[in-house]
């Protein structure tokens, strides 16, 4: 009789459970389909009603996850993520049948296509993410009318077209990233109406105009990023108000001279980067007593005047290679040197004039099948450092670190993989990489006609048909840049794309040009100018990457110089460790610091310290 009445009890228990789980039949058949369509039956074999309570799908950290909201007689689908799972197609019609989602994640996938405009139906929606994508056509208006939005991802996809000026409705919006989304054409000044707005990304765009004046009222903004987006200066001085700005990077600002007076009051900042801005005028003194400051980039500005004395008190260093730091106050000989050279105020090297070079970008020694011996260049770069051949015949300069991602490699990358349309697969299995400017100079030449060879191959980014394949790296190659005069190089590459010319990743590239060497340098100028994705398939994968440079003179290029035998790199560090009374004379087309506590600046390597 107990045990009748307690199988009676299970029985009942199970039917109310049953009847609460009852989620709308149109909502289930609609996620089949798509399960279908996306071949996740394997990751997620729907036997049982999608909202069971505890199914293996419901844990906010599952992928993929479906979670429901049961609170009334039928069940509905509020939360769907399918992320980084490869699924491709376009956006299935099915979706929108799921009208009470309030969180959906298709980021990381390889969807293609539109973005359907019934998506305006999913009024309910607070997290929209379809981030790293394959994404086309104009981002649809009908976005304007998820107003509920808090959140709303659509970086990395292949739009074209404007921003719809509807998005100025999602007044509730917190985060809006729209980085590498290939939007064009001016910002809306709706956007001026998201008032919540805390983040905003929206680096690397085909924008056109200038930097939106709007921005500056947008107060509550704690993340800022608008670099490589095609857009004119000046950096608004509305600016001013934002202050509850903690990460501000903007970059890459063309006609307009900028000033650093908004500065004034922006005192949460820690991470601050206004590269390439056409910044003019003097380094403000606050700067330096700036308690959160954690992070200062002003490389390639204009600016000029004194530095604040405090900056060189607490110990700093920078690489001045570009600038007009009097090479004077550089205590390291051998560096102060180097820059005597650079500027051609002294000769590079007391040997016979070279008639070619050839380096090894980011790798040991290698002969090459034809004879040509590429020098070691395999010491890790610092954030701002110059080193030289031991023979002296040629250094590399590196500026910048990877902001996001400081324990990453930072200067070298490498592939165990073969490199296809080469018979030197050796030659392109390591690369120099550098997060803003990668720059060679060859010291001590013969004057005259030069051939240079420029060896790519792409060894970070995939090329394959997963997420992973999605990312661009652009930036842009100068020869013979007027060592002060950013503005006078010849950009001989602009926003080159290894991958693209290549035929694909892992691909052997040369690229040939001819220059003049009338000053015993040649220098030759890897930029990032902001563009590409940031951060496809691993964190801080953009910026300049070279394999190998061979440079000769004429004909007579093969074969090595008979000068150094010993090829290993050596440190001549720029670094002032205590330099007080270091000026700033004149122009200043890169500085670059990193401030690691209140006492105390210095670069951040990642190598050991040397202090
Ligand atoms: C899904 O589950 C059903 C029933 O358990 C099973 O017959 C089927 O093979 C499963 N499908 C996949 C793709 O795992
Ligand atoms: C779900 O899991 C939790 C924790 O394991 C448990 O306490 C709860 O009773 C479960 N609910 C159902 C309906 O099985
Ligand atoms: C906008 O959302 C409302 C519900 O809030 C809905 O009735 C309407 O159809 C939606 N409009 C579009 C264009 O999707
Ligand atoms: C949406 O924006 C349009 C103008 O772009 C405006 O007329 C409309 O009232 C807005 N709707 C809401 C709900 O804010
Ligand atoms: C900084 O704040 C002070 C005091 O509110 C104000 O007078 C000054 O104009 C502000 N500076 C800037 C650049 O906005
Ligand atoms: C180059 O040398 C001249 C004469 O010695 C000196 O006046 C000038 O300051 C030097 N330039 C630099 C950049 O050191
Ligand atoms: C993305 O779409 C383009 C066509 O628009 C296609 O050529 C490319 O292969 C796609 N990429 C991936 C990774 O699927
Ligand atoms: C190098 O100089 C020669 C002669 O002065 C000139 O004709 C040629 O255009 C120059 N080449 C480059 C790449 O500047």
């Not at 000029?304 to 260093?317: C, D, H, Q, R, T």
């Not at 190998?548 to 007579?556: F, L, M, N, P, R």
Request: net charge neutral.
């Amino acid at each position: 009789m107990g045990v009748l009445s307690f199988s009676f009890f299970v029985f009942w228990v199970l039917e109310i459970v049953a009847a609460q789980v009852a989620t709308d039949p149109n909502e289930v058949e609609a996620l089949n389909k798509m399960i279908d369509k996306w071949n996740l039956r394997i990751k997620l074999n729907l036997t049982i009603d999608p909202c069971t309570p505890n199914a293996t799908w419901a844990p906010e950290n599952a992928n993929p996850r479906i979670a429901c909201d049961c609170s009334s007689t039928v069940c509905h689908i509020t939360h769907l993520k399918m992320y980084a799972l490869d699924i491709s197609g376009e956006i299935p019609q099915e979706l929108f049948v799921l009208n009470k989602l309030i969180d959906l994640n298709l980021g990381q996938n390889v969807l293609s296509g539109n973005i359907p405009p019934e998506i305006g139906q999913l009024s309910n929606m607070q997290y929209l993410n379809f981030g790293i994508n394959n994404l086309t056509g104009l981002v649809p208006p009908q976005l304007g009318n998820l107003t509920k939005l808090l959140s709303l991802r659509f970086g990395s996809n292949n739009f074209n077209g404007p921003l719809p000026p509807k998005l100025g409705n999602l007044t509730s919006l917190q985060e809006l990233y729209i980085e590498s989304s290939r939007v064009s054409g001016p910002i809306p000044p709706e956007l001026s109406y998201l008032k919540s707005l805390q983040k905003l990304w929206a680096s690397d765009n085909l924008f056109t105009g200038k930097l939106p004046d709007f921005i500056g009222t947008l107060t509550d903004l704690k993340d800022l990023r608008i670099q490589g987006a095609m857009l004119e200066g000046p950096i608004p001085s509305s600016y001013g108000a934002l202050t509850k700005l903690e990460d501000l990077r903007i970059g890459d600002l063309s006609k307009e001279d900028s000033s650093l007076d908004f500065l004034e009051n922006l005192t949460s900042l820690s991470i601050l980067s206004l590269r390439n801005c056409r910044v003019a005028g003097q380094l403000p003194d606050y700067l330096s007593y700036s308690a959160n400051l954690k992070i200062l980039d002003v490389s390639f500005n204009l600016l000029s005047g004194n530095s604040p004395l405090n900056f060189a008190k607490v110990g700093l260093s920078m690489n001045v290679v570009g600038t007009s730091i009097n090479a004077n106050f550089l205590q390291d000989e051998k560096a102060s040197a180097m820059l005597h050279c650079l500027l051609g105020n002294k000769s590079c090297s007391t040997e016979v004039p070279a008639t070619s070079f050839s380096i090894k970008c980011g790798g040991t020694e290698q002969v090459s099948a034809s004879g040509i011996k590429f020098d070691d260049d395999s010491e890790t770069l610092g954030a701002a450092s110059l080193y030289t051949s031991s023979n002296s015949q040629w250094a590399v300069s590196n500026t910048g670190s990877f902001i996001s991602n400081p324990n990453g490699p930072q200067s070298i990358a490498h592939t165990d993989s073969q490199i296809m349309e080469t018979l030197e697969s050796e030659l392109y299995k390591t690369a120099r990489i550098s997060p803003s400017s990668l720059r060679y100079y060859g010291l001590g030449l013969k004057n005259g006609n030069y051939k240079v060879e420029l060896h790519f191959a792409e060894i970070q980014i995939d090329d394959s048909q997963s997420w992973r394949g999605l990312g661009r790296r652009l930036f842009d190659v100068y020869i013979q840049l007027h060592l002060l005069l950013v503005c006078k190089g010849e950009r001989v590459l602009r926003d080159f794309n290894i991958q693209e010319e290549a035929g694909g990743s892992k691909r052997a590239l040369v690229k040939t040009f001819e220059a003049n060497v009338t000053n015993t340098i040649m220098d030759i100028h890897f930029f990032w100018a902001g563009r590409g994705t940031c951060c496809i398939p691993s964190q801080s994968t953009y910026g300049p990457l070279v394999s190998a440079i061979h440079v000769s003179k004429g004909s007579d290029g093969v074969g090595t110089s008979k000068r150094g035998k010993k090829r290993v790199g050596r440190l001549v560090g720029i670094a002032f460790g205590s330099a007080a009374g270091l000026m700033i004379i004149s122009s200043i087309f890169y500085l670059w610091w990193i401030k690691e506590s209140l006492e105390h600046m210095r670069v951040h390597t990642d190598s050991p310290r040397k202090r």
